[in-house]
């Protein structure tokens, strides 16, 4: 029973695989109508793209390349010169259009002096001479007849009769130095004397040492 198995199995797979050969020879068959009938429906297509169905020569190719790099070079030219032309435009903007103009140095003008208030100048009303001292250290602190506090380096002095405010230049004779003092006291107390002088103005006089110097008077107004 056994060898009358192993003969019917043989004969299947033997008609199996001629089933399946001739099924891939079918396939086959029709992949290729496929692909051919493809290659002829695209055939007239590519021959009208080449130009296949008529003679060309070398020369009509060479030709019609020339025509076509030429028309292809044409707007690149153009877009050159538009834009050089551009450029010109906007050099010529730079240069000639948008120049501003260097303003001109205006004229320097003299500023006019300010009027400053000139000081009068004073004018002498009286004029007299006589011997001049100085008093200072044992006052200092007291109050002068004018009510003034008397203190050391003042500008001051004291009279007999001006009055009180009054401004006298006073010259020593002597070193011909001079000084502008206020009167704000009364003295001197000594008869020929015609003027004490506080310490400050004794000082610029030169009179300290001495304690005493001929002086010229000069009330100023």
């Not at 199996?16 to 396939?27: A, Y």
């Not at 103009?101 to 004018?123: F, G, Y």
């Not at 020929?192 to 002088?197: A, K, N, P, Q, Y």
Request: charge should be positive; charged fraction near 20%.
């Amino acid at each position: 029973m056994v060898e009358g198995r192993i003969p019917a199995g043989d004969d299947f797979f033997s008609s199996f695989k001629c089933r399946l050969l001739l099924m891939k020879f079918s396939v086959s068959l029709l992949v290729l109508a496929g692909v051919c009938s493809s290659s002829a429906a695209l055939l007239p297509a590519f021959a009208r793209d080449l130009d296949l169905d008529k003679k060309v020569t070398r020369e009509q190719v060479k030709k019609a390349l020339l025509e076509r790099i030429s028309l292809l070079a044409t707007p690149l030219s153009a877009n050159q010169g538009s834009s050089d032309q551009g450029s010109a435009d906007v050099a010529t903007g730079l240069t000639v259009d948008s120049v501003v103009e260097t303003p001109q140095a205006l004229p320097i003008v003299p500023v006019a002096k300010l009027n400053r208030p000139v000081k009068p100048t004073p004018t002498v009303v009286q004029v007299s001479t006589g011997e001049a001292s100085w008093y200072g250290p044992g006052f200092f602190g007291n109050r002068t007849a004018s009510g003034e506090v008397f203190r050391p380096g003042t500008m001051t002095a004291a009279h007999r009769s001006l009055p009180f405010g009054t401004k006298v230049r006073v010259t020593n004779l002597w070193n011909d130095r001079s000084a502008v003092v206020t009167i704000n006291d009364r003295g001197p107390f000594i008869a020929h004397r015609v003027i004490d002088l506080a310490h400050g103005a004794a000082h610029e006089l030169g009179l300290i040492s001495s304690g005493i110097a001929q002086v010229r008077l000069e009330v100023l107004r």
